[in-house]
Structure formats: structure tokens, C-alpha cells
């Protein structure tokens, strides 16, 4: 019995972490920003990127964990930021 109880628990700690993990990262975004990119300017990837580094500034949540990808070359948010 106590082997049951054991596993029983294991599988529970196992369910519970993966279900934390997988909805901490499911909330998470990555905008792409590249100042060479023709598509619909979105962020959503390296064909639709934003073509100003404020405009991913503005949409992503730095703070949920949101990341900003930028492709190679110099960019320079155009509003300065608040200490935070």
C-alpha cells in the first residue's frame, strides 16, 4: 500500500509541475525586430517583423516573461525609457 501511496504521489508533483510550467510558458511571446523586414510589420516572427525596435517595446510585457529577438544591425528605442 505504501508503494501506491508513493506513486500516487509522484504522478500528483509530476501533473503539478507540468501544469505550472506549461501555462508560465504558453503566456509567453517572442517579437522579432528587423529593420530589412517587408511583410506586415506584426513582430510575429522574422518575415512579419517590426521594423522599429519601440514598437516591440510597447507590445511586449518584459515583465510576463515576453522576449524581443533583433536581428542583426544598430536600434535605438525613439522614447526614452523611465527608471524603473
Sequence with gaps: MSWNKSLASLLIA???I???LD???ADQFVFYVD???IGSHNGDGW???YTDLQDALEDAELDA???IWVANG???PSVP???K
Design 47 to 49: 518575415s512579419t517583423a
Design 18 to 20: 507540468h501544469t505550472s
Design 23 to 25: 501555462s508560465s510558458v
Design 35 to 37: 529593420a530589412s523586414s
Design 81 to 83: 525609457s523611465s527608471p
Design 14 to 16: 509530476a501533473f503539478t
Design 65 to 67: 516573461g515576453d522576449e
Design 74 to 76: 544598430t536600434y535605438k
